[in-house]
Protein backbone atom coordinates (compact mmCIF):
# COMPACT_ATOMS: atom_id res chain seq x y z
CA UNK A 1 0.00 0.00 0.00
CA UNK A 2 1.35 3.30 -0.96
CA UNK A 3 2.40 5.39 2.25
CA UNK A 4 2.10 9.11 2.26
CA UNK A 5 5.91 8.88 1.78
CA UNK A 6 5.47 7.45 -1.76
CA UNK A 7 3.02 9.95 -2.28
CA UNK A 8 4.80 12.70 -1.41
CA UNK A 9 7.79 11.48 -3.82
CA UNK A 10 6.05 11.21 -6.57
CA UNK A 11 3.72 14.34 -6.37
CA UNK A 12 6.97 16.13 -6.26
CA UNK A 13 8.55 15.07 -8.74
CA UNK A 14 5.77 16.10 -11.27
CA UNK A 15 5.53 19.86 -9.85
CA UNK A 16 8.55 20.73 -12.37
CA UNK A 17 7.25 18.42 -15.15
CA UNK A 18 3.60 18.60 -14.80
CA UNK A 19 2.49 20.85 -12.19
CA UNK A 20 -0.94 21.28 -13.31
CA UNK A 21 -1.44 16.80 -12.44
CA UNK A 22 0.57 17.62 -9.22
CA UNK A 23 -2.09 19.69 -8.12
CA UNK A 24 -4.81 17.53 -8.93
CA UNK A 25 -2.76 14.60 -6.32
CA UNK A 26 -2.41 17.41 -3.57
CA UNK A 27 -6.28 18.56 -4.05
CA UNK A 28 -6.75 14.34 -3.84
CA UNK A 29 -4.51 14.59 -0.88
CA UNK A 30 -6.27 17.51 1.21
CA UNK A 31 -9.99 16.38 0.60
CA UNK A 32 -9.14 12.77 1.50
CA UNK A 33 -6.76 13.12 4.56
CA UNK A 34 -6.95 16.73 5.41
CA UNK A 35 -5.05 15.78 9.19
CA UNK A 36 -2.48 14.55 7.26
CA UNK A 37 -1.74 17.47 5.37
CA UNK A 38 0.88 19.40 6.66
CA UNK A 39 2.65 22.95 6.20
CA UNK A 40 5.18 20.73 3.81
CA UNK A 41 2.11 19.69 1.75
CA UNK A 42 0.85 23.46 1.69
CA UNK A 43 4.42 24.66 0.49
CA UNK A 44 4.98 22.15 -2.20
CA UNK A 45 1.18 22.69 -3.49
CA UNK A 46 1.84 26.82 -3.50
CA UNK A 47 4.94 26.33 -5.52
CA UNK A 48 2.95 23.99 -7.95
CA UNK A 49 0.50 26.68 -8.33
CA UNK A 50 2.93 29.19 -9.51
CA UNK A 51 4.08 27.07 -12.25
CA UNK A 52 0.18 25.87 -13.21
CA UNK A 53 -1.94 27.40 -15.91
CA UNK A 54 -5.09 27.65 -14.01
CA UNK A 55 -4.11 27.82 -10.01
CA UNK A 56 -7.15 27.79 -7.64
CA UNK A 57 -6.26 31.47 -5.38
CA UNK A 58 -9.00 30.41 -3.33
CA UNK A 59 -7.89 27.77 -2.55
CA UNK A 60 -3.74 28.65 -2.08
CA UNK A 61 -5.34 32.11 0.13
CA UNK A 62 -7.27 29.13 2.66
CA UNK A 63 -3.27 27.04 2.81
CA UNK A 64 -1.55 30.35 3.60
CA UNK A 65 -4.53 31.22 6.23
CA UNK A 66 -4.29 27.77 7.76
CA UNK A 67 -0.62 27.29 7.83
CA UNK A 68 0.30 30.81 8.50
CA UNK A 69 4.56 31.86 8.63
CA UNK A 70 7.17 32.83 6.53
CA UNK A 71 7.44 28.86 4.72
CA UNK A 72 3.93 29.40 3.09
CA UNK A 73 3.64 32.74 3.31
CA UNK A 74 6.41 34.11 1.40
CA UNK A 75 5.82 31.82 -1.31
CA UNK A 76 1.92 32.49 -1.70
CA UNK A 77 3.18 36.09 -1.57
CA UNK A 78 4.82 35.96 -4.58
CA UNK A 79 1.85 33.67 -6.18
CA UNK A 80 -0.39 36.66 -6.01
CA UNK A 81 2.35 39.09 -7.59
CA UNK A 82 2.66 36.70 -10.42
CA UNK A 83 -1.06 36.37 -10.69
CA UNK A 84 -2.78 39.32 -10.00
CA UNK A 85 0.00 41.94 -10.26
CA UNK A 86 2.79 41.61 -12.19
CA UNK A 87 1.62 42.99 -16.17
CA UNK A 88 -1.69 43.59 -15.33
CA UNK A 89 -3.61 46.77 -16.02
CA UNK A 90 -5.34 49.06 -13.48
CA UNK A 91 -8.41 46.99 -14.02
CA UNK A 92 -7.30 43.39 -13.09
CA UNK A 93 -5.06 44.69 -10.26
CA UNK A 94 -8.87 46.10 -8.96
CA UNK A 95 -10.15 42.98 -9.71
CA UNK A 96 -7.68 40.79 -7.59
CA UNK A 97 -8.32 43.02 -5.12
CA UNK A 98 -9.08 40.80 -1.92
CA UNK A 99 -6.21 38.46 -2.62
CA UNK A 100 -3.64 41.03 -2.70
CA UNK A 101 -4.72 43.26 0.46
CA UNK A 102 -4.99 39.90 2.46
CA UNK A 103 -1.67 39.83 1.89
CA UNK A 104 -0.43 41.66 5.10
CA UNK A 105 -1.93 39.00 6.95
CA UNK A 106 -0.55 36.06 5.20
CA UNK A 107 2.54 37.10 3.63
CA UNK A 108 4.73 38.70 5.97
CA UNK A 109 6.42 41.93 5.23
CA UNK A 110 10.24 41.75 4.75
CA UNK A 111 12.67 44.02 6.40
CA UNK A 112 13.64 45.46 3.44
CA UNK A 113 15.86 47.89 5.66
CA UNK A 114 18.53 45.68 6.52
CA UNK A 115 18.40 43.54 3.21
CA UNK A 116 17.41 44.83 0.07
CA UNK A 117 19.05 42.15 -2.25
CA UNK A 118 15.68 40.28 -2.54
CA UNK A 119 12.43 42.40 -2.76
CA UNK A 120 9.16 42.06 -1.20
CA UNK A 121 6.28 40.53 -2.83
CA UNK A 122 3.62 42.02 -0.46
CA UNK A 123 5.28 45.38 -0.40
CA UNK A 124 4.98 45.36 -4.35
CA UNK A 125 1.53 44.29 -4.35
CA UNK A 126 0.06 47.27 -1.78
CA UNK A 127 1.71 49.67 -3.51
CA UNK A 128 1.05 48.28 -7.00
CA UNK A 129 -2.92 48.74 -5.84
CA UNK A 130 -2.82 52.10 -3.77
CA UNK A 131 -1.60 52.96 -7.79
CA UNK A 132 -4.59 51.87 -8.95
CA UNK A 133 -6.70 53.01 -6.40
CA UNK A 134 -4.67 56.34 -6.73
CA UNK A 135 -5.64 56.84 -10.49
CA UNK A 136 -8.63 58.69 -11.41
CA UNK A 137 -10.81 59.45 -8.16
CA UNK A 138 -7.57 59.22 -5.47
CA UNK A 139 -9.44 56.63 -3.16
CA UNK A 140 -8.15 58.21 0.03
CA UNK A 141 -9.79 56.25 2.09
CA UNK A 142 -8.78 52.61 0.65
CA UNK A 143 -5.58 54.19 0.32
CA UNK A 144 -4.87 54.66 3.92
CA UNK A 145 -6.07 51.51 4.69
CA UNK A 146 -3.75 49.27 2.76
CA UNK A 147 -1.25 51.38 3.79
CA UNK A 148 -2.05 50.95 7.28
CA UNK A 149 -0.93 47.03 7.00
CA UNK A 150 2.79 48.26 6.30
CA UNK A 151 5.26 49.09 8.30
CA UNK A 152 6.93 51.89 7.38
CA UNK A 153 9.93 50.60 9.71
CA UNK A 154 10.73 48.35 7.56
CA UNK A 155 10.33 49.58 3.97
CA UNK A 156 13.28 50.59 1.93
CA UNK A 157 14.39 54.13 1.67
CA UNK A 158 17.17 53.33 -1.28
CA UNK A 159 15.92 55.22 -5.00
CA UNK A 160 15.32 52.56 -8.01
CA UNK A 161 16.18 53.19 -11.63
CA UNK A 162 14.58 52.16 -14.46
CA UNK A 163 15.87 52.40 -18.02
CA UNK A 164 13.86 54.46 -20.55
CA UNK A 165 14.16 54.80 -24.11
CA UNK A 166 13.38 58.67 -24.16
CA UNK A 167 14.59 59.87 -20.84
CA UNK A 168 17.68 57.22 -20.53
CA UNK A 169 17.97 56.28 -16.87
CA UNK A 170 15.49 57.56 -14.82
CA UNK A 171 15.59 57.77 -11.03
CA UNK A 172 12.18 56.35 -9.00
CA UNK A 173 11.21 57.05 -5.51
CA UNK A 174 11.89 54.45 -2.80
CA UNK A 175 9.23 52.34 -1.34
CA UNK A 176 9.25 54.52 1.58
CA UNK A 177 8.84 57.84 0.02
CA UNK A 178 6.07 56.31 -2.17
CA UNK A 179 4.56 55.33 1.31
CA UNK A 180 4.49 58.88 2.70
CA UNK A 181 3.77 60.38 -0.75
CA UNK A 182 0.63 58.58 -0.81
CA UNK A 183 -0.21 58.56 3.37
CA UNK A 184 -0.21 62.23 3.73
CA UNK A 185 -2.24 62.81 0.98
CA UNK A 186 -4.76 60.57 1.59
CA UNK A 187 -4.95 61.82 5.45
CA UNK A 188 -5.42 65.03 4.06
CA UNK A 189 -8.01 64.44 2.38
CA UNK A 190 -9.75 62.24 4.91
CA UNK A 191 -9.26 65.10 6.96
CA UNK A 192 -7.09 64.00 9.79
CA UNK A 193 -4.91 66.76 10.25
CA UNK A 194 -3.06 66.11 12.66
CA UNK A 195 -2.10 62.43 11.90
CA UNK A 196 -1.23 63.76 8.15
CA UNK A 197 0.72 66.87 10.31
CA UNK A 198 2.81 64.04 12.14
CA UNK A 199 3.18 61.73 8.78
CA UNK A 200 4.48 64.93 7.08
CA UNK A 201 7.16 65.68 9.39
CA UNK A 202 8.05 61.78 9.68
CA UNK A 203 8.72 61.73 6.17
CA UNK A 204 10.72 65.09 6.03
CA UNK A 205 12.96 63.86 8.91
CA UNK A 206 13.55 60.15 7.35
CA UNK A 207 13.75 60.19 3.83
CA UNK A 208 17.45 60.93 2.53
CA UNK A 209 16.27 61.68 -0.75
CA UNK A 210 13.20 63.33 -2.18
CA UNK A 211 11.54 62.85 -6.00
CA UNK A 212 8.66 64.58 -8.02
CA UNK A 213 8.63 67.97 -5.42
CA UNK A 214 8.17 65.39 -2.28
CA UNK A 215 9.60 67.35 0.05
CA UNK A 216 7.28 70.61 -1.14
CA UNK A 217 4.17 68.39 -0.80
CA UNK A 218 5.25 67.77 3.07
CA UNK A 219 5.40 70.89 3.79
CA UNK A 220 2.26 71.93 1.65
CA UNK A 221 0.45 69.56 3.81
CA UNK A 222 1.53 70.88 6.67
CA UNK A 223 0.82 74.24 5.63
CA UNK A 224 -2.78 72.99 4.34
CA UNK A 225 -3.58 70.56 7.64
CA UNK A 226 -3.04 73.54 9.86
CA UNK A 227 -5.25 75.60 7.93
CA UNK A 228 -7.98 72.82 8.62
CA UNK A 229 -7.19 72.72 11.72
CA UNK A 230 -8.19 76.43 12.25
CA UNK A 231 -4.73 77.68 13.08
CA UNK A 232 -4.64 80.68 10.13
CA UNK A 233 -2.04 82.67 11.40
CA UNK A 234 0.67 80.10 11.60
CA UNK A 235 -0.52 78.13 7.95
CA UNK A 236 -0.45 81.49 6.39
CA UNK A 237 2.97 81.80 7.82
CA UNK A 238 4.18 78.04 6.55
CA UNK A 239 2.83 79.01 3.01
CA UNK A 240 4.79 82.19 2.70
CA UNK A 241 8.17 80.30 4.20
CA UNK A 242 7.50 77.98 1.40
CA UNK A 243 6.17 80.37 -1.24
CA UNK A 244 9.62 82.17 -0.57
CA UNK A 245 12.28 79.35 -0.66
CA UNK A 246 13.71 78.47 -3.55
CA UNK A 247 12.69 75.33 -4.44
CA UNK A 248 9.45 76.54 -4.08
CA UNK A 249 9.22 79.85 -5.46
CA UNK A 250 8.56 78.84 -9.07
CA UNK A 251 6.21 75.93 -8.56
CA UNK A 252 2.97 77.19 -9.77
CA UNK A 253 1.00 73.41 -8.28
CA UNK A 254 1.87 75.52 -4.85
CA UNK A 255 0.33 78.52 -5.85
CA UNK A 256 -2.74 76.58 -7.02
CA UNK A 257 -3.51 74.48 -4.10
CA UNK A 258 -3.36 77.46 -1.98
CA UNK A 259 -5.63 79.53 -3.94
CA UNK A 260 -8.23 76.47 -3.51
CA UNK A 261 -7.33 76.94 0.08
CA UNK A 262 -9.11 80.35 -0.06
CA UNK A 263 -11.31 79.23 -2.50
CA UNK A 264 -13.25 77.34 -0.07
CA UNK A 265 -12.68 79.79 2.89
CA UNK A 266 -14.54 82.11 0.65
CA UNK A 267 -11.43 84.80 0.90
CA UNK A 268 -11.85 85.02 -3.21
CA UNK A 269 -9.31 88.67 -3.18
CA UNK A 270 -6.54 86.23 -1.71
CA UNK A 271 -7.87 83.18 -3.71
CA UNK A 272 -8.00 85.31 -6.92
CA UNK A 273 -4.04 86.45 -6.61
CA UNK A 274 -2.42 82.59 -5.86
CA UNK A 275 -4.46 81.82 -8.90
CA UNK A 276 -2.97 84.46 -11.27
CA UNK A 277 0.37 83.20 -10.00
CA UNK A 278 -0.24 80.05 -10.70
CA UNK A 279 -1.28 80.77 -14.37
CA UNK A 280 1.90 82.76 -14.32
CA UNK A 281 4.47 80.07 -12.93
CA UNK A 282 2.80 77.10 -15.19
CA UNK A 283 3.81 75.53 -17.89
CA UNK A 284 1.73 73.65 -20.52
CA UNK A 285 -1.91 74.43 -20.68
CA UNK A 286 -3.96 70.90 -20.91
CA UNK A 287 -1.49 70.44 -17.76
CA UNK A 288 -3.29 73.17 -16.37
CA UNK A 289 -6.99 72.89 -17.07
CA UNK A 290 -8.03 72.59 -13.75
CA UNK A 291 -6.21 75.39 -12.84
CA UNK A 292 -8.44 77.84 -15.23
CA UNK A 293 -12.03 76.23 -14.13
CA UNK A 294 -10.90 76.92 -10.93
CA UNK A 295 -10.44 80.67 -12.04
CA UNK A 296 -13.27 80.92 -13.33
CA UNK A 297 -15.03 80.02 -10.61
CA UNK A 298 -13.61 82.61 -8.06
CA UNK A 299 -14.24 85.28 -10.69
CA UNK A 300 -17.89 84.29 -11.12
CA UNK A 301 -17.29 84.78 -6.61
CA UNK A 302 -15.77 87.81 -7.44
CA UNK A 303 -18.87 89.42 -9.11
CA UNK A 304 -16.77 89.76 -12.40
CA UNK A 305 -18.25 86.67 -14.16
CA UNK A 306 -18.04 88.63 -18.12
CA UNK A 307 -13.73 88.23 -17.40
CA UNK A 308 -14.37 84.32 -17.50
CA UNK A 309 -15.43 83.33 -20.79
CA UNK A 310 -11.49 83.89 -21.86
CA UNK A 311 -10.98 80.99 -19.56
CA UNK A 312 -14.43 79.06 -20.70
CA UNK A 313 -12.77 79.30 -24.45
CA UNK A 314 -9.54 78.28 -22.89
CA UNK A 315 -10.63 75.52 -21.70
CA UNK A 316 -13.02 74.38 -24.68
CA UNK A 317 -9.81 74.68 -26.73
CA UNK A 318 -7.84 72.07 -25.00
CA UNK A 319 -10.57 69.80 -24.82
CA UNK A 320 -11.07 69.95 -28.71
CA UNK A 321 -7.02 69.78 -29.03
CA UNK A 322 -6.60 66.80 -26.85
CA UNK A 323 -9.93 65.13 -27.69
CA UNK A 324 -10.73 64.69 -24.40
CA UNK A 325 -14.16 64.11 -22.93
CA UNK A 326 -16.20 66.87 -21.03
CA UNK A 327 -16.87 67.01 -18.17
CA UNK A 328 -20.26 68.11 -16.59
CA UNK A 329 -18.49 70.95 -14.88
CA UNK A 330 -17.05 71.95 -18.42
CA UNK A 331 -20.39 71.90 -20.10
CA UNK A 332 -22.09 74.32 -17.40
CA UNK A 333 -19.49 76.74 -18.38
CA UNK A 334 -19.55 76.76 -21.64
CA UNK A 335 -23.71 76.98 -21.26
CA UNK A 336 -23.16 80.06 -19.46
CA UNK A 337 -20.93 81.73 -22.02
CA UNK A 338 -22.46 80.46 -24.70
CA UNK A 339 -19.44 78.53 -26.28
CA UNK A 340 -19.37 77.49 -29.78
CA UNK A 341 -16.80 74.46 -29.38
CA UNK A 342 -17.33 73.56 -32.94
CA UNK A 343 -15.75 77.65 -33.96
CA UNK A 344 -13.40 77.74 -31.17
CA UNK A 345 -9.77 79.28 -32.15
CA UNK A 346 -6.79 77.17 -31.27
CA UNK A 347 -4.90 76.77 -28.17
CA UNK A 348 -1.94 78.92 -29.22
CA UNK A 349 -4.65 81.88 -30.26
CA UNK A 350 -7.00 81.55 -27.10
CA UNK A 351 -3.94 81.20 -24.75
CA UNK A 352 -2.02 84.74 -26.04
CA UNK A 353 -5.72 86.19 -25.17
CA UNK A 354 -5.61 84.32 -21.95
CA UNK A 355 -1.97 85.80 -21.03
CA UNK A 356 -2.49 89.58 -21.61
CA UNK A 357 -5.57 89.08 -19.09
CA UNK A 358 -3.18 87.29 -16.57
CA UNK A 359 -0.26 89.91 -17.09
CA UNK A 360 -3.00 92.72 -16.22
CA UNK A 361 -4.43 90.81 -13.56
CA UNK A 362 -0.70 90.42 -11.91
CA UNK A 363 1.01 93.92 -12.32
CA UNK A 364 -2.04 96.22 -12.33
CA UNK A 365 -1.24 99.50 -13.47
CA UNK A 366 2.53 99.06 -11.77
CA UNK A 367 4.65 101.08 -14.54
CA UNK A 368 7.29 99.57 -17.12
CA UNK A 369 10.83 99.88 -16.23
CA UNK A 370 13.70 100.22 -18.97
CA UNK A 371 16.81 99.42 -18.60
CA UNK A 372 20.00 97.39 -21.07
CA UNK A 373 21.03 94.08 -20.63
CA UNK A 374 24.64 94.21 -19.75
CA UNK A 375 25.57 90.55 -18.80
CA UNK A 376 24.70 87.12 -19.57
CA UNK A 377 25.85 83.97 -17.17
CA UNK A 378 27.84 81.17 -18.47
CA UNK A 379 24.59 78.93 -18.06
CA UNK A 380 22.89 80.77 -21.12
CA UNK A 381 19.35 80.98 -18.47
CA UNK A 382 19.91 84.43 -16.57
CA UNK A 383 21.36 87.69 -16.61
CA UNK A 384 21.19 90.96 -15.63
CA UNK A 385 20.04 94.69 -16.46
CA UNK A 386 20.70 98.17 -15.59
CA UNK A 387 17.88 100.15 -15.28
CA UNK A 388 17.87 103.77 -15.72
CA UNK A 389 18.71 103.96 -12.29
CA UNK A 390 21.58 102.33 -12.48
CA UNK A 391 20.45 99.01 -10.37
CA UNK A 392 21.57 96.22 -11.41
CA UNK A 393 18.11 93.73 -11.92
CA UNK A 394 18.25 89.84 -12.26
CA UNK A 395 16.11 87.78 -15.33
CA UNK A 396 15.87 84.81 -16.34
CA UNK A 397 15.16 83.63 -19.89
CA UNK A 398 12.03 82.17 -19.67
CA UNK A 399 10.64 86.25 -18.61
CA UNK A 400 11.14 87.17 -22.40
CA UNK A 401 7.89 87.90 -23.86
CA UNK A 402 9.39 86.87 -27.31
CA UNK A 403 11.02 83.49 -27.02
CA UNK A 404 14.38 82.72 -27.83
CA UNK A 405 16.78 79.50 -27.97
CA UNK A 406 19.67 82.10 -26.95
CA UNK A 407 20.13 85.04 -24.83
CA UNK A 408 24.28 84.95 -25.53
CA UNK A 409 23.60 87.97 -27.96
CA UNK A 410 21.72 90.12 -26.08
CA UNK A 411 23.87 91.77 -24.27
CA UNK A 412 23.44 95.53 -25.13
CA UNK A 413 20.08 95.13 -25.91
CA UNK A 414 17.31 97.67 -24.62
CA UNK A 415 14.77 96.66 -22.69
CA UNK A 416 11.27 97.00 -20.74
CA UNK A 417 10.01 95.55 -18.17
CA UNK A 418 7.81 95.05 -14.98
CA UNK A 419 10.41 94.94 -11.71
CA UNK A 420 8.92 92.04 -8.91
CA UNK A 421 10.54 90.71 -5.59
CA UNK A 422 11.69 87.56 -5.92
CA UNK A 423 11.62 84.28 -3.33
CA UNK A 424 15.35 86.05 -1.78
CA UNK A 425 13.90 89.48 -1.16
CA UNK A 426 15.70 91.16 -4.51
CA UNK A 427 14.58 92.38 -7.35
CA UNK A 428 13.69 90.84 -10.38
CA UNK A 429 12.82 91.47 -13.75
CA UNK A 430 9.72 90.13 -15.95
CA UNK A 431 7.38 90.37 -19.20
CA UNK A 432 11.03 91.48 -20.74
CA UNK A 433 10.39 92.96 -24.20
CA UNK A 434 13.14 93.58 -26.37
CA UNK A 435 13.02 97.28 -27.54
CA UNK A 436 16.01 97.97 -29.52
Keep these: METKRDFEAKVKALIE ?7 KLYQELWETYPD ?9 TVKAMRAAKSPNLAWANELAEKFKGDRVGNLYGWLIFDRCVKGKNRTEILSNEKFIEGLTNLAPQKNLKEDDSFPCPTTISILKLCDAHAENLFNARKINELLSGLDYNILSNKSKT ?7 EVELSSDLEKYFALKTKALLKLAEFDTCIEYCNKGLELLEKFHYNNDLWFKMRIALSEEGLGNHEKSEELFKELLESKAGSDKWFLYRDISEVYFEQGNFEKAWKYAVDAAFYGNEPHFLIGLYLLQARIL ?11 LAELIAAILKEQEWNEKAEYNKLFSYYKIDRTTILPVSEVIKQARIFWQNERYGNKPKSKGTIVSIHKNGKIGRIKDQNNNLIGFHKKDLVKKTKSIENLIGATVEFFTMESYDGK ?3 ENITITE
Design 162 to 168: IGTQERG
Design 17 to 23: TNPDEAL
Design 427 to 429: NIA
Design 36 to 44: QFNAWDAFY
Design 300 to 310: FKLERPSEGKI
